[in-house]
Nanobody, 120 residues
Framework: QVQLVESGGGLVQAGGSLRLSCAASGGTIRNYGMGWFRQAPGKEREFVAGITWSGSSTYYADSVKGRFTISRENAKNTVYLQMNSLKAGDTAVYYC?????????????WGQGTQVTVSS
């Protein structure tokens, strides 16, 4: 069973950058589409970015388009989320997941999440 572990979260000032990593163990993710979601306190989990198994196609929520970039290195069994120009509204727990699409219901395997806090 593939397990996902996120890292790279932390506290950053508005306008700053963070790079999140999602490392897989117990199996390969090379055959999986992957995605990043986030959940702020009191809000539902929302889609952030997705990438196909090959990395040839990416897609983003409108709220992060142009600021966030999803990528993957299948040889390292790792997916990344580069976050630039961060805003206070980006504060949330960020989760990576294996699947495809923009709905959380389309993802089967989830990490435990990493906290991102953006101070204004």
């Amino acid at each position: 069973q593939v397990q996902l572990v996120e890292s790279g979260g932390g506290l950053v000032q508005a306008g700053g950058s963070l790079r999140l990593s999602c490392a897989a163990s117990g199996g390969t993710i090379r055959n999986y589409g992957m995605g990043w979601f986030r959940q702020a306190p009191g809000k539902e989990r929302e889609f952030v970015a997705g990438i196909t198994w090959s990395g040839s196609s990416t897609y983003y929520a409108d709220s992060v388009k142009g600021r966030f970039t999803i990528s993957r290195e299948n040889a390292k069994n790792t997916v990344y989320l580069q976050m630039n120009s961060l805003k206070a509204g980006d504060t949330a727990v960020y989760y990576c997941a294996a699947g495809a699409g923009t709905s959380a219901r389309q993802y089967d395997i989830w990490g435990q999440g990493t906290q991102v806090t953006v101070s204004s």
